[in-house]
């Protein structure tokens, strides 16, 4: 029912409650925002929820977030969005939910279903799976760990830096 557009001076934004539905275009043209924190219990989230945000950097996911009705994604128009950290106790998570842009995953200390090895996602509730390689991250050369037992298909995708994969003995 509400919409948060046009803000030019909001630097930081929490989503946090329970029962939260976010809505395509809820979040909107907010061209200062760095830093935005998903927590509380998000029941939905529309594809393109939040747009055209230039400044946005950082996204603390502090809760489950379920993916987008469409498969399009959250973000759009979010260019310059680069770190984004996975809290404790989040247990499932989208890596295509959050563009193409980012750089770097963390995963916060006591999670136990996901990690970040220099910023690389694996999942590890199950077995050792690479998720994503940060499509913006500048190395060129990656080396698998040689636990990793499962790479999702699309966890190279769009990595523009990446000139070459070495799978360790």
Do not use: W
Not at 135 to 140: F, L, V
Request: net charge negative; charged share 25%.
């Amino acid at each position: 029912k509400h919409s948060l557009c046009g803000n030019q001076y909001l630097k930081e934004l929490i989503i946090d409650g329970d029962d939260l539905a976010v809505k395509g275009n809820a979040i909107c043209n907010l061209s200062s925002l760095e830093r935005l924190t998903i927590g509380g219990r998000i029941d939905s989230m529309d594809d393109n929820a939040i747009i055209d945000c230039d400044a946005l950097q950082e996204i603390y996911v502090e809760a489950n977030v379920p993916s987008p009705r469409y498969g399009i994604g959250f973000f759009s128009g979010c260019d310059n969005l680069s770190y984004i950290r996975i809290g404790k106790n989040v247990t499932e998570f989208s890596v295509e939910d959050f563009g193409d842009t980012v750089s770097f995953y963390d995963v916060e200390q006591g999670n136990t279903n996901f990690l970040s090895d220099n910023g690389v996602l694996y999942n590890v509730k199950d077995i050792k799976t690479l998720l994503k390689y940060p499509s913006n991250k500048a190395e060129s050369s990656y080396v698998i760990p040689d636990d990793t037992e499962k790479i999702e298909a699309s966890a190279f995708d769009e990595c523009i830096s990446l000139k070459e994969i070495t799978f360790s003995p």
